[in-house]
């Protein structure tokens, strides 16, 4: 079976094409700039021979109009040229979309039919970044796989399992029956795969978890036996830790203070908190890496920047710790875990009253797969595992 993986955004659409059951990668690629007369197509092809990185990479620069003229590229450079992998568009078995937002509809992977796509179009309303580029991606696949199986994975469906007490704000009632203000969390689909690989890991099917993704976006997520039990995103993706660019938590009032006293509008409040704040916001810059190189030149923002964001990573652990009654494992995932071992060892630090031992070594090792960087004392795992959400998707769309 070969099972094509398609991550749509406003502008840019990523995928991933595997065959199965050997979960072999054959291409992965990047259209970026879409609506622009100088889009950009990263194309990589894997050697089936040889697992591991790509074995070849096509960069092409051309005008890409919009979505449908983006993903028609693609399923040329798919089937034709040198970097072609199959036939024609009917040897692909399954697409499967990352969709951001599955409401209380899904809470697992779905075939895609009539009703599915008007269930997506109602959450529009909920997630209006993400959705109806999501949506846009199964349309355009419909026409130019036609035939072909779809299936929608979205990022919320694995928090679904959180219970109510967790999930509830508390607001009046009908806030949440009537208008569906309740925390849903994001990044499921990156929890779901390092859970399930920590799982694994450790041999317990019932291991304690907090799994910390740390990307662009970053979320923490409680997990019991492969349920997620508490996320720290919450009605939208703004909540929880500090990002790159969006606050995290904020006291609610700040907002009316924003939109009173200080005359900003609604949008420019969602601008401050989606697009100005987080890192770049403390310290000048969203990039960790930034940050790092800002700091180790002795940049006092910098270093208070990283304080606030580790700090923030703690004080959920703490709250996750008392969730799971309990911690077997901490797993650090996405660009920031899986790179920045000063990041790490600042989340892990003074928290030996959990058990959690870092290993200075280890955690500076840059070995690839998964990493157990606690000491052999430590009576908590903590494990760096690198996240791969298409593969996830695809192992969804396998199983279903
Ligand atoms: P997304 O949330 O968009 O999927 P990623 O998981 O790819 O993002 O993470 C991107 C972020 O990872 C970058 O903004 C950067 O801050 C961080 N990052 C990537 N590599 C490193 C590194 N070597 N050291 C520190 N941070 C890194």
């Known amino acids: 079976m070969n099972i094509f993986v398609v991550n749509s955004g406003s502008s840019s659409l990523k995928y991933q094409l595997f065959r199965w059951p050997n979960e072999q990668p054959l291409c992965s690629g990047l ?24 074995a070849a990479e096509q960069r092409s620069t051309l005008a890409v109009p919009d979505y449908e003229a983006g993903l028609r590229e693609v ?19 399954v697409v499967g979309h ?20 008007a ?22 696949a419909e026409r130019l796989f036609p035939g072909t199986r779809q299936v929608a994975v979205f990022d919320t469906a694995f928090h679904q399992t959180l219970p109510e007490y967790a999930f509830r704000y508390a607001l009046p009632t009908a806030l949440y029956t009537e208008q569906r203000i309740r925390k849903y969390g994001f990044h499921g689909t990156s929890h779901q795969y390092v859970a399930d690989q920590a799982t694994a890991y450790l041999q317990n099917p019932d291991a304690r978890l907090i799994t910390i993704h740390l990307g662009n976006g970053c979320s923490m997520a409680a997990v019991r036996g492969g349920r997620s039990l508490d ?26 203070h924003l939109l009173g006293p200080l005359g900003y509008t609604a949008e420019q409040v969602g601008t401050l908190l989606n697009k100005e704040s987080g890192m770049l916001g403390l310290a000048g810059a969203n990039d960790l890496r930034d940050v790092g190189r800002a700091l180790a030149a002795g940049d006092a923002r910098a270093a208070r920047a990283l304080d606030i964001y580790a700090y923030r990573i703690r004080q959920y652990i703490g709250a996750y710790a008392a969730v799971l009654n309990g911690l077997d494992a901490l797993v650090f995932t996405a660009g920031v875990g899986e790179n920045d071992a000063l990041v790490r060892a600042r989340a ?37 595992i690198p996240t791969n959400e298409e593969l996830e998707i695809a192992r969804q769309c396998a199983t279903l």
């Open 31 to 54: 259209v970026e700039r879409i609506g622009s007369a100088q889009a950009e197509i990263t194309h990589r092809v894997f050697d089936v021979q040889a697992p591991g990185p790509p």
């Open 75 to 93: 399923v040329r450079l798919l089937t034709d040229g040198p970097g072609a992998v199959i036939g024609a568009p009917a040897e692909v078995d």
């Open 98 to 117: 990352r969709v951001v937002h599955g409401g209380e509809f899904f809470t697992g992977p779905t075939l895609v039919n009539a009703g599915v796509k």
């Open 119 to 140: 269930k997506i179009k109602e959450l529009f309303g909920l997630a209006p970044l993400h959705n109806p580029a999501n949506y846009q991606g199964i349309e355009v």
């Open 231 to 256: 996320t720290s995103m919450g009605f939208s993706p703004l909540a929880g830790l500090v990002m790159g660019t969006r606050s995290g938590d904020l006291d609610p009032s700040v907002l009316l």
């Open 348 to 384: 892990c630090q003074d928290l030996e009253f959990f058990g959690l031992e870092l290993d200075a070594a280890r955690n500076e090792a840059r070995t690839p797969g998964l990493r157990d960087i606690s000491r052999p004392s430590s009576r908590v795992r903590i494990l760096v």
